[in-house]
């Protein structure tokens, strides 16, 4: 039995394609394709239905998954118990964040830790959407909710708040805004509504069914960047407009959201010693900063 043929096979289970799988296992397509099916020739199974759209798996290959997962956890775990990690970290880890908050707090989190530990690398993927760790898209996650399912482990980090902002220049230009009710009179900048991927950053419908933004976008630095272009005004973490000081709140005291960034973790990598020293570092880190706002 060769453990190798499985991590390949569960990078496919968990893609659906070899060139995703070959991209996290650091290999080409081919191996992964030659790993698979050397794995299928050995136990004499059908693991994967093959077609355009990629690989989907037999039921004989669903039924491998459980027996795959577990010796996967078993290596985590000598890894763990007997790989020397205690006296270096090193390897890989992947975070996965929020793109305001990679781009404003993670990024300079990530070199204070590359400095300090030359031999790990760490990658961060900042992109609005959620992360499956189940699949391995990565080895922990900041997220905006905290998970309702699986094999995770997670806790609170900080509560973070928004505030409506636009530049001086661009409100000075305005009708005056007294009420919420006045933002109907100029252009809101907001997420694309049909494309936001969590529910806690559907800010727009709170402020009333009549109010929509015009000029949408799903990067949270499309709309920043457009605000400082004096498109309009937008909903934006404090912690980023608080960099900016020709933003300027609009009706503060009306318009106060409260979210929080919530730590994650699949249960079987929560022990290893390179991802508790990055972890560790990251929510001590993003915690100081949202003191400071």
Same mark, same amino acid.
């Given at each position: 039995?060769? &453990?190798?043929?499985? *991590?390949?096979?569960?990078?496919?289970? *968990?893609?659906?394609?070899?060139?995703?799988?070959?991209?996290?296992?650091?290999?080409?397509?081919? #191996?992964?394709?030659?790993?698979?099916?050397?794995?299928?020739? !050995?136990? %004499?199974?059908?693991?994967?239905?093959?077609?355009?759209?990629?690989?989907?798996?037999?039921?004989?290959?669903?039924?491998?998954?459980?027996? /795959?997962?577990?010796?996967?956890?078993? /290596?985590? /775990?000598?890894?763990?118990?007997?790989?020397?990690?205690?006296?270096?970290?090193?390897?890989?880890? =992947?975070?996965?964040?929020?793109?305001?908050?990679?781009?404003? +707090?993670?990024?300079?989190?990530?070199?204070?830790?590359?400095?300090?530990?030359? *031999?790990?690398?760490?990658?961060?993927?900042?992109?609005?959407?959620?992360?499956?760790?189940? %699949?391995?898209?990565?080895?922990?996650?900041?997220?905006?909710?905290?998970?309702?399912?699986?094999?995770?482990?997670? *806790?609170?980090? !900080?509560?973070? #708040?928004?505030?409506?902002?636009?530049?001086?220049?661009?409100?000075?230009? $305005?009708?005056?805004?007294?009420?919420? #009710?006045?933002?109907?009179?100029?252009?809101?900048?907001?997420?694309?509504? @049909?494309?936001?991927?969590?529910?806690?950053?559907?800010?727009?419908?709170?402020?009333?069914?009549? +109010?929509?933004?015009?000029?949408?976008?799903?990067?949270?630095?499309?709309?920043?960047?457009?605000?400082?272009?004096?498109?309009?005004?937008?909903?934006?973490? @404090?912690?980023?407009?608080? $960099?900016?000081?020709?933003?300027?709140?609009?009706?503060?005291?009306?318009?106060?959201?409260?979210?929080?960034? &919530?730590?994650?973790?699949?249960?079987?990598?929560?022990?290893?010693?390179?991802? %508790?020293?990055?972890?560790?570092?990251?929510?001590?880190?993003?915690?100081? =900063?949202? %003191?400071?706002?």
């Amino acid at each position: 039995m060769n &453990w190798d043929d499985y *991590r390949y096979f569960l990078a496919v289970a *968990r893609t659906g394609k070899l060139s995703l799988a070959g991209q996290q296992l650091s290999v080409d397509h081919a #191996t992964v394709g030659r790993r698979v099916k050397a794995l299928e020739e !050995s136990l %004499k199974i059908h693991l994967f239905d093959r077609s355009p759209q990629g690989y989907s798996l037999t039921d004989a290959g669903q039924s491998l998954v459980t027996i /795959a997962e577990a010796m996967e956890t078993g /290596a985590i /775990a000598a890894q763990t118990e007997f790989g020397g990690e205690a006296d270096s970290v090193s390897g890989v880890v =992947r975070v996965g964040a929020p793109e305001g908050m990679a781009t404003s +707090i993670l990024a300079e989190c990530a070199a204070e830790l590359c400095e300090q530990h030359p *031999r790990l690398e760490l990658q961060v993927i900042a992109m609005p959407r959620t992360f499956s760790l189940s %699949k391995r898209e990565a080895d922990l996650a900041i997220a905006v909710s905290a998970p309702s399912s699986g094999r995770l482990k997670y *806790r609170k980090i !900080s509560d973070y #708040t928004l505030h409506l902002y636009g530049t001086k220049e661009y409100l000075g230009n $305005q009708p005056e805004i007294k009420t919420v #009710t006045d933002l109907k009179k100029i252009r809101g900048i907001g997420y694309v509504p @049909d494309l936001i991927y969590d529910k806690e950053l559907d800010y727009i419908p709170l402020l009333g069914h009549d +109010i929509k933004p015009y000029l949408t976008s799903t990067s949270v630095h499309v709309q920043l960047e457009a605000t400082l272009a004096n498109a309009g005004v937008c909903i934006l973490h @404090d912690f980023i407009a608080r $960099q900016y000081p020709q933003l300027q709140r609009v009706l503060p005291e009306e318009i106060s959201f409260t979210r929080t960034f &919530w730590y994650i973790v699949h249960e079987d990598y929560a022990k290893l010693q390179r991802i %508790k020293v990055v972890s560790d570092k990251i929510i001590e880190h993003i915690r100081k =900063r949202l %003191k400071q706002v």
